[in-house]
Structures are given as C-alpha cells and as structure tokens.
C-alpha cells in the first residue's frame, strides 16, 4: 500500500508535467489538425533555458527562492513562446494549405533543427540542475512521506492547467481558440482572425511546454538535447488517450498516463516503463482513437 | 536513344567501375548508400505507392536483421541461405502489427508505427525472448559466402548490396506497372473511389505492408552480414526517419528520385563530415524548405501515361 502510494505521487508530478505538454499538441492539433513533431524540442529548449537563466542571473539568490523560480518560469515561457510563434511562422504558415503530410515532415526537419542546434549551443552531454532549488524534505501524509517537490510541481501543473481552462472557456480570445478548432473556415466568416488564433496557440502550447521542460530538469536534476522527443511522445499519447483536440482530455489523459507508467514501472517492470506506455498509445488508436473524452468521430480516423 | 536510357545507362557502368577508384573508406559509404537505397524502395511500396504515412520501418528492418543474426550464431547456417527466411518473418511480423492499424489514416498511422519501432527497440534492448543480446546486441556473424567464394571486403560487399540494390529496382519496376502497383496508386490517390471500383482497399494496404517489411527483412540479412555485429542502437526511431525522408525528399513513389534520395540523404552528410554538427541543423532546415517550395521531392513521381495511338484506328475513327 506504501508503495502503491508513493509510486501514485510520482505518478501524478510525472504526470502533471505530461499533461503541460500535451496541452501543448493537442491546441496545435485542434487548430490545425498537424501533429507538431517539434513540441517536444521546444520542451528541451525551455529546459535549457532555465538552466541557462537559473546559472546566470542568480535570481533565486536575489529575490528569494519562491519568487526566483516563478519568476525564472514566467521569463522561460515568454522565450519559448516567442521560438514557438517563430516556428510556426518559418515552417508551418506556408504550408497550411499543403497535403498534410508535407506539414509532417516540415515538423519533423523543424524537430531535427532544433535538438541539433540545442546540441551544438549546448553539447551533447547530459547537464545537470542544481540541486538546492525546490526544498528535499519529506511530509508524512497516512503513513506515507512525500517529497515536497513533488506536491509542488504537482501543484504548479494544476495550477496552470486551471489557468489555461479559465482563458479558453471564459476569454473573448480562448473561445476564437476553440470556435476556429471546430471549424476554421465558419471562424473567419464570423470576424475571428484565424492566423491570430492560430499564433496565440503557438505561443500558449510552447510556454506550457517550456515551463514542464524546466520542471523536468528540477524533478529529475538532468537534463540532456535528445530528451525532447520521449517525453513529446508521451506527451502525445497522453493527448490521444485523453482525445486529441480535447484540452480537459490532455490534462486528464497527461494525468492518467503519468500513473500508469508510474504503475507499470513498478509492478510490471521498470526496463519495460517506455515500452508500456507505447502499448497504451496502439490499444487506444486501435479500440478507442477518439480517447476517453474525445467526441468528434467522424473525421478523426 | 532518349536522354533518359542515357542517363541511366551512364549511371549504372559509373557505379559499376567506381570502387577501382575509391579506397575502402568510401566503398563503405557506398555499401551504406546500398542498403538505405534498397531499405527506402522497399518503405517506397508502402509510402510512395499506397501513400501510408509509416514511419516505423527500421522496425522490419530490425526483425530480418535479427532472425538472420540468431540463426547464423545459433545453429550455423549460411548467412545468404537466411535471406529469405528473414524476409518471411519480417514479413509475418509486419502481417501481425499491421492487421489491427491498416485502417487508420493519416498521421494516426505515422504515430502507431513510431510506437511500434520504439517497442521493437526497446524489447531487443530487454533482451526479449533471452536470444537478442540485450544492448550488447549480436556478434560473431559470419561473412556471407557466394557460390564457395567468401565476402569479406568492402569492395567485395559492393557488388552484393548493389547486386541486390539492381533487382530490387529490376522487380519494383515491373511492380510499380502491374495491377497490383496500380491498385496501390488509386488507393493512394483516393481510396473510398478505389474501394468503389472494386479494389479491397483494406487487403492491398496489407500486402503492401507485408511486401515492403518482406524487402526490408531481406536488406537485414545483408546489413548483418557486412556488420557481423548487431545491436539496438541500429534500429532507433532515426533510422526510421532517415528512410523516411529519403523516400519524401527523393521523390515519393519514384525509384529514380529514391535512389538519389538515398545517395544525397546518406552520402552528402559523409562528404561534409568536417562540419560534424551543423550538417543535421542544415539538413533539418533542408526538409521543412523542400515541403515549402518542392513538396514532391527532388524527382518527383510522373504520372503515368498510355499509348492510346490504337483508338486512332487505320481510319482516323479518333478524330
């Protein structure tokens, strides 16, 4: 039961920063039905970024931890967010009236050109966080002692995931968002700028994006340019299992994919905890590709 | 003669004579360009002719090259007997992964097969079944040996790759013009048409899956062979995109563009290997300029054209 618990606490801080992620594939997705192969890298990107600001600026030192790190977020999303409108400018803008598969691979060249540029700014070494950011101790909850920086990116997850909800169910902005996901071409008939809509979910997903990147490199204290790609394919199948195109489907599927491969890696085996939620992303395209909370059938397969 | 029999004339008696010319290093990058040439034709079956976005080849390619691997270490058999053999189980191997996919469409597919590729790796990593190795991989492999003459150079190796490179071609020509390759084609173009002219949609991706798995479990033998040492990290994710791009980029559904894919795609990063990281950057930004302004590829696929002179008649009916 101990380790039941324990490992449903890892689960849900992995999890929460799969969600962050997958928020970000599934607003592209929604928008433009393209998979962004590149969401990952700028992931790692906003990973290397914190590491880069928290080294240099030292703001943890100046104006205290608590304010040091939201405010080293805060400035690694804006940057991330601006690489990501720029993505979406360069290689995705001219191409939104091509085949789709052309818009793939243009992710895919994007995906190439960022963990390589990543690697040759960077090197190809693992680089580890610094350690004394988020407190080490423990709490004891029902027997239980949980880390508090679990609870903590926990909670910083939810908290976004909660802002990002407000914004597109109740902002003018957040409901051109979802109006031009349903149908682009009624969106513009009805005065929404599509091509802004379509910038600000460039901006919202990789800022999301960028902030689970410098979560990870808090969470596991390493950080390394080819990491984008795993956790952008878990971050996929967390959007799938949640029903792509679907915001509350990517919290819940980010959640609930967290868990189980904290599950699987325990009890199943931990060589095996890719491979598993792998597994996961094939049984849901082949038994339920609308995810757990997707609708939408018709067009989605 | 037209500039095109021309051409491939020139192409074939250069690539004949051009190991006199080129020391071991470069023979091998040739050999390379081979197996990728021979691995993107067979990716070509499914990708360029029926259209299926699968990016999980390298997969296949991991299955013959395993069974291959395992038996010559095993039981001693000759590597070159093992070819067909490792093209029937990367073949049933794709039968049984592709059974439940084939209906997705699209970029579902392109992410099921990344899935599968991934699976593929990690499982030989795991050491499955206690025969792959583990991460240490294969070795011990032996060479391939030819009517009681044994290959052990990288010259030697080049004329079996492309030996086997020139019937692949050979036998994907007649392919591409049969009914069969046709089929392909108006499923590619549009399937819910194609299953109305009584073409089983369903059933030609399949065989076009196990086809292209069967070439590609053949090209392992091969690949195991000149390696003599096999391992995990030959089968990454990567390796699936770098057939995948040869195939785009050269030109999607034409042989000729292919094999030039193959040869800028593998060969071009090795005459720039001074440039180390930055040729990945280039190439990256290579791919998404071709989608901006050559979405076809280099040499992209012609459509067919027929002789229809006979409607003409002898007494001009066509006009």
Same mark, same amino acid.
């Given at each position: 039961m101990q380790l039941f618990l324990e490992q449903l606490t890892n689960g849900l801080a992995v999890g929460g920063i799969y969600a962050l992620i997958a928020l970000g594939y599934t607003m592209v997705y929604g928008v433009l039905k393209l998979i962004n192969f590149a969401h990952g890298d700028l992931f790692t990107i906003g990973a290397f970024f914190g590491l880069t600001l928290l080294l240099s600026l030292g703001l943890t030192s100046h104006i205290g931890p608590v304010a040091g790190i939201i405010v080293l977020v805060l400035m690694v999303m804006g940057l991330v967010a601006l690489i990501g409108a720029l993505l979406e400018r360069v290689a995705y803008r001219p191409l !939104?009236?091509?085949? !789709?598969l052309s818009a793939v691979v243009s992710a895919l060249g994007a995906s190439i050109f960022f963990q390589n540029a990543i690697m040759l700014i960077y090197g190809a070494r693992f680089r580890v966080y610094p350690h004394d950011l988020l407190p080490t101790t423990t709490v004891s909850f029902l027997g239980v002692s949980i880390p508090v920086m679990r609870i903590v990116l926990f909670g910083a997850s939810l908290v976004m995931m909660a802002g990002l909800y407000y914004f597109v169910q109740r902002t003018k902005t957040g409901t051109a968002i979802r109006a031009a996901a349903i149908d682009q071409g009624a969106a513009k008939l009805m005065g929404i700028d599509v091509n802004r809509v379509i910038m600000y979910v460039f901006l919202i997903g990789p800022a999301l994006g960028g902030a689970a990147g410098v979560m990870v490199g808090m969470y596991y204290g390493q950080i390394n340019f080819t990491m984008g790609w795993v956790y952008g394919l878990k971050a996929f199948t967390a959007a799938i299992l949640g029903g792509i195109g679907n915001i509350p489907g990517a919290m819940l599927g980010g959640l609930l994919l967290g868990v189980i491969e904290a599950m699987g890696a325990t009890y199943i085996s931990l060589a095996w905890k890719d491979a598993i939620s792998f597994m996961v992303l094939i049984l849901i395209l082949i038994f339920r590709p609308t995810g757990l909370l997707g609708e939408r059938v018709a067009d989605k397969v | 003669m037209k500039p095109a029999t021309i051409i491939n004339v020139l192409v074939v008696a250069t690539l004949l004579v051009a190991p006199y010319w080129l020391n071991a290093y470069w023979v091998d990058v040739l050999n390379s360009i081979g197996i990728y040439a021979v691995l993107a034709l067979s990716l070509n079956v499914i990708l360029g002719y029926a259209g299926l976005f699968h990016m999980g080849h390298a997969a296949f390619f991991a299955v013959g090259t395993y069974t291959t691997a395992i038996l010559n270490t095993q039981f001693g058999i000759p590597v070159l007997w093992l070819m067909p053999l490792s093209g029937l189980t990367a073949g049933f191997f794709a039968l049984l992964v592709a059974r439940p996919i084939i209906h997705l469409r699209g970029d579902y597919l392109l992410i099921v097969t990344i899935g599968i590729v991934e699976i593929v790796r990690i499982a030989l990593v795991n050491n499955v079944f206690g025969i792959?190795?583990?991460?240490?991989g294969i070795f011990g492999i032996n060479r391939p040996e030819l009517f009681g003459y044994v290959i052990r150079t990288p010259h030697e190796f080049y004329y079996l790759i492309f030996g086997f490179a020139a019937i692949t071609v050979l036998l994907f020509l007649r392919l591409e013009n049969s009914r069969f390759g046709r089929a392909l084609n108006y499923i590619r173009e549009d399937d819910v048409a194609a299953e109305g002219s009584g073409i089983d949609a369903a059933h030609y991706k399949l065989v076009a899956f196990v086809l292209g798995a069967f070439w590609a479990g053949m090209a392992g033998t091969i690949f195991a062979a000149k390696m003599t040492i096999v391992s995990p990290q030959s089968f990454t994710f990567w390796e699936s995109v770098v057939m995948f791009t040869i195939v785009i980029l050269g030109g999607s559904g034409n042989i000729r563009g292919v094999l030039l894919g193959a040869f800028l795609i593998v060969g071009l990063p090795e005459v720039f290997r001074e440039f180390a990281g930055a040729r990945m950057l280039v190439f990256g930004a290579a791919m998404i300029l071709m989608m901006i302004f050559r979405p076809k590829g280099i040499l992209p696929a012609q459509p067919r054209t027929y002789n229809l002179d006979f409607l003409a008649g002898p007494r001009g009916g066509g006009k």
């Open positions: !939104r009236t091509s085949p !789709r | 792959t190795g583990g991460s240490n």
